[in-house]
């Protein structure tokens, strides 16, 4: 074949190849929105769990929700950090990967097929690398190798070597970087590495802030000390022992998929990002993580016995609190959604009003919250889950049609008062173990229901205008700023003296009535902006609380 037909026969392929890879490139660069990507992740997850469970010989029997929940965490974290290093990589934003991301998480069934095909059906056993920092160099070194007796990566470390060799091959299409393709080929498999190795990587930070050991000096038996051994969260019982390495990484799980979740999200929509975080409403968070502190508190005076402190109970209230945090926030959403001609009256500065989010973009969101919540009171407890799905209930009848109770004035406040509630009681419960609320007074319920039903319209004085033209009959809608004021601080100031009575503690009387009429000129004060009133009254009601607990319990 003469030289020049060669050539012209070799530019033809090479411009049919740029063809090809553009179409892949434009293909691949599909976005692909967070909901519709979490669904197919959910439902890769499930078919993997059904391979793993339903369709190999395996002698591992299926050990129920705890490690479902430990698997779609442990893929889901794995998947995070793969996109984001990607991402930084190609320098570009995490979403324009979505579809190509999308398409990678059908390689998590691939292991137990691997695993099927070599052994005629059967699955083995590839547990979590554990041992001391010798012993991971040596399996780092030899890309799993020389493994503990009994543990065999053969599925899982073809799939980790083709995820590592896979994204350098796409580092180098997008790229035609060599170094950058080999960098990300050894930078993913530190990633790999980092989370097969997990509870010992976890054990070397937490001795290394601790002091309290020598990094060389850690064996294999301080990490399943650590992190492999049932632990007693405060009253709540501790998982077999078969399930303890799982459910304390899932605690730890949990609040790294939310770090690095929210960095994923602000990397990709920064503007969304700080919107969401504005709109949190932290006077109403901090109220609700008070309820909660409150609800322990009780449960420890009732049940000092269950005062179980470890490193896990700390991460357990940690994981509660963020998720009594995303619970709240899925309730803002919804009240956003079903208020936007309200608010774009009264609070024009929020997202939907300022057009930061298409409502269908914000629902979305709402639901991952929702999700998110739930999840994470799983984890901790089954009924953790419940009771924020209680909480979730009251806050959509609250908010959406048909009931939209807020519309009612008292009915409103009764049912944010109850939903509450159930904050307070999942503090309690997780003193209160298997006893649930039975060691908690009638009085001190019926007392905080009252309380919150006088006290909570003081968060509707900002939003006079817009509830008033839509026909919400909110207590200031009805008799006007200045009555409302006088009417709600009367009824602040009833809820601080009615502690006396219910609590039967006379020596709060004088306290009492300090702060109670503290409350009440801060609130009739038309001074005193009508956003700035929940701080306000927040402020006062934590003094008087501490002011409490010392007469009453110390």
Request: net charge positive.
């Amino acid at each position: 074949m003469p030289i020049r037909e060669r050539a012209v026969r070799v530019i033809a392929m090479r411009k049919k190849l740029e063809k090809i890879q553009l179409a892949l490139f434009k293909e691949t660069g599909k976005r692909i929105g967070p909901l519709a990507w979490l669904s197919v992740f959910f439902g890769v997850i499930v078919i993997r769990l059904f391979l793993d469970d339903f369709v190999a010989k395996s002698n591992n029997p299926s050990l129920g929700p705890v490690m479902y929940i430990h698997n779609l965490f442990f893929f889901f974290l794995l998947f995070l950090l793969v996109w984001l290093f990607l991402a930084y990589i190609l320098q570009e934003k995490p979403a324009k990967l979505s579809y190509l991301m999308l398409w990678a998480t059908l390689l998590i069934i691939l292991p137990p097929i691997f695993d099927m095909l070599k052994t005629g059906g059967s699955t083995y056993w590839s547990g979590y690398l554990i041992g001391n920092t010798a012993d991971l160099w040596r399996w780092f070194i030899g890309v799993f190798s020389h493994l503990p007796s009994g543990m065999l990566y053969f599925g899982t470390k073809i799939v980790f070597i083709l995820v590592a060799l896979l994204s350098g091959a796409w580092v180098y299409l997008k790229s035609r970087s060599f170094f950058k393709s080999v960098f990300t080929v050894f930078g993913i498999y530190v990633l790999v590495f980092f989370m097969g190795a997990f509870p010992s990587f976890f054990t070397f930070i937490y001795y290394f802030f601790a002091g309290s050991k020598n990094l060389n000096n850690i064996s294999t038996a301080n990490i399943i000390q650590l992190v492999g051994a049932p632990v007693t969260v405060f009253a709540l019982k501790p998982v077999d022992f078969s399930l303890a390495l799982a459910y304390n990484l899932n605690l730890v799980y949990f609040l790294l998929i939310l770090a690095i979740s929210s960095l994923f999200f602000a990397w990709n929509y920064r503007s969304g990002f700080w919107a969401i975080l504005k709109n949190w409403r932290y006077p109403q968070l901090v109220y609700h993580d008070g309820l909660f502190f409150c609800g322990m508190g009780l449960g420890l005076l009732a049940y000092p016995e269950n005062l179980h402190l470890s490193l896990f109970s700390v991460i357990a209230v940690l994981v509660l609190l963020f998720s009594i945090g995303l619970a709240w926030e899925t309730s803002v959403i919804v009240n956003d959604i079903y208020d936007y001609e309200i608010d774009a009256i009264s609070n024009p500065e929020r997202p939907l009003q300022k057009g930061i989010f298409k409502i269908a973009e914000y629902r979305e969101i709402g639901i991952i919250f929702f999700i998110s919540s739930l999840l994470g009171g799983m984890i901790v407890g089954f009924k953790f889950a419940a009771l924020l799905l209680v909480y979730q209930i009251i806050a959509w009848f609250y908010s959406a049609p048909p009931l939209r109770l807020k519309r009612f004035p008292v009915i409103a406040t009764l049912a944010s008062a109850s939903a509450s509630l159930i904050v307070l009681f999942m503090g309690f419960a997780l003193l209160s173990g298997d006893a649930n609320l039975a060691g908690l007074s009638w009085r001190i319920i019926f007392l905080l229901l009252l309380v919150l039903t006088l006290a909570l319209p003081v968060k509707d004085f900002k939003d006079i205008a817009g509830d008033r033209r839509y026909g919400v009959w909110t207590i200031p809608v009805l008799l006007g700023e200045t009555q409302a004021r006088l009417v709600v601080g009367t009824g602040v100031f009833i809820s601080f003296m009615a502690s006396v009575f219910f609590l039967n503690e006379l020596r709060l009387f004088i306290w009492a009535l300090i702060f109670g009429c503290l409350a009440f000129f801060i609130l009739v004060n038309e001074k005193i902006k009508p956003a700035n009133l929940f701080w306000r009254i927040l402020g006062v009601t934590f003094l008087y609380g501490l002011a409490l607990v010392k007469v009453v319990f110390l």
